[in-house]
């Protein structure tokens, strides 16, 4: 298949993409290549990840998929409704369970439906309680209020539960961005801990390429202390 073809997702459409360089089929592979950079990670935890696993933003290409992850119970939160309808589709047969929720909205009456979204979900799992063994967050801090994010995400995913962080600040599409992103790596190392995670292993990557990306790559994998 070609570029376009692969990178002319639904709902963002290549001839229309108010982007430009930000968002054009460059910047998608640049994208989804740096997202590649937590699978090592994936597979080296692999064994202490469990089998309930929360992927958040997974957008076209997640890192956690039932060829990944065979015999899990793969969520994933997501704010956008062509990705949820993807993945749906592609995985209508497989325990995947796209959910709609907008991490921006995190407090009131939407994140109560985000509850009993992925509540319903544990049900048919015959699961009372919703309690990830891990989770992923790849590329999507500097899109929310990350802190109030991962204050939040404790009480989603077990003690001792494994959460994966891939970020590079100030990278991404700028139109998006929260005010709430981090602003340092040592300001997220700050947070994770003051939060009550333990970090298990951090790694920094320098940039490829400086021009998209003049900041470092953290990836981070840390335990929630309970
Ligand atoms: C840059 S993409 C990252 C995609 C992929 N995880 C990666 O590593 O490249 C950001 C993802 O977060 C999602 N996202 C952005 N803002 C969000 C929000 N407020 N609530 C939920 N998901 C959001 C986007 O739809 C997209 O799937």
Not at 89 to 106: E, G, H, M, T, W
Not at 212 to 220: G, P, V
Request: charged content about 30%; overall charge positive; glycine content about 4%.
């Amino acid at each position: 298949m070609d570029d376009f073809k692969i990178y002319n997702w639904p709902g963002w459409p290549l001839e229309e993409n108010p982007h430009g360089g930000d968002f054009d089929i460059e910047a998608r592979k640049r994208m989804i290549t740096g997202s590649q950079m937590l699978s090592p990670f994936l597979k080296k935890y692999r064994k202490n990840m469990g089998n309930i696993i929360l992927e958040v933003g997974p957008f076209f290409n997640p890192l956690v998929t039932p060829e990944e992850f065979p015999n899990s119970q793969i969520f994933y939160w997501e704010n956008d409704y062509h990705v949820l309808k993807y993945h749906n589709n592609k995985y209508k047969k497989d325990s995947v369970y796209p959910i709609f929720c907008d991490l921006n909205q995190i407090e009131g009456n939407s994140f109560l439906k985000l509850k009993l979204e992925t509540q319903k979900a544990f049900k048919k799992l015959h699961l009372k309680k919703i309690s990830f063994d891990s989770v992923v967050v790849s590329h999507v801090l500097n899109y929310i209020d990350y802190k109030l994010f991962l204050m939040v995400l404790k009480e989603f995913i077990k003690k001792d539960g494994l959460i994966f962080i891939n970020n590079v600040v100030d990278y991404g599409l700028p139109a998006f961005f929260s005010d709430r992103r981090p602003k340092s790596i040592p300001e997220i190392l700050k947070t994770i801990r003051e939060i009550g995670y333990k970090i298990i292993e951090k790694e920094t990557f320098d940039s490829p390429d400086k021009k998209h990306q003049k900041n470092k790559r953290l990836i981070l994998v840390a335990k929630n202390n309970g």
